[in-house]
């Protein structure tokens, strides 16, 4: 288990992957530049569950939007990025690609699985609410949200 301050490689880089299927590559690069990171876009994290980084690579990338692109323009990112993050997990670990292609396991319990294993290559804790259209994950470290006060859910 890794410490709450550590991610694994492979949260690190479906996060990457998440940004540049939405960005592009140029895109991309921009944000890690600018957010000091400019040594991830020619040597990216690998897939590994088990390599560590410092969570503080995942809260400069998203500071990092909010400051070029705004709090919409982030926000209208991290909505796409869930999608895009699950699709990287399953395309690059090979249980859970397995778990995906598993017709005896129906789909809410196929994404509850899936989530679990991203939450525990985050160290967050783990899905609140999923239904059939929707899955709700509960990040209580969340760096898009973590000054904002408010009375109506505001993160994505």
Request: aromatic share 6%.
């Amino acid at each position: 288990m890794a410490d709450k301050d550590e991610i694994t490689a492979l949260a690190l880089r479906v996060v990457i992957d998440s940004y540049e299927d939405i960005l592009g590559t140029g895109g991309k690069n921009s944000i890690l530049n600018y957010s000091g990171l400019k040594e991830l876009i020619d040597t990216p994290p690998s897939y590994s569950d088990s390599e560590k980084y410092p969570q503080a690579f995942v809260d400069r990338i998203i500071r990092s939007s909010v400051d070029v692109l705004g709090q919409p323009g982030t926000t209208a990112i991290v909505v796409r990025a869930g999608r895009s993050t699950i699709r990287h997990i399953v395309e690059n670990n090979k249980d859970i690609k397995q778990l995906a292609d598993n017709r005896d396991i129906g789909k809410v319990d196929k994404m509850k699985a899936v989530l679990a294993y991203y939450a525990a290559n985050i160290n967050r804790p783990p899905l609140i609410d999923i239904d059939e259209n929707r899955a709700v994950f509960h990040n209580p470290g969340c760096t898009l949200c973590a000054s904002v006060r408010s009375e109506n859910p505001y993160c994505t």
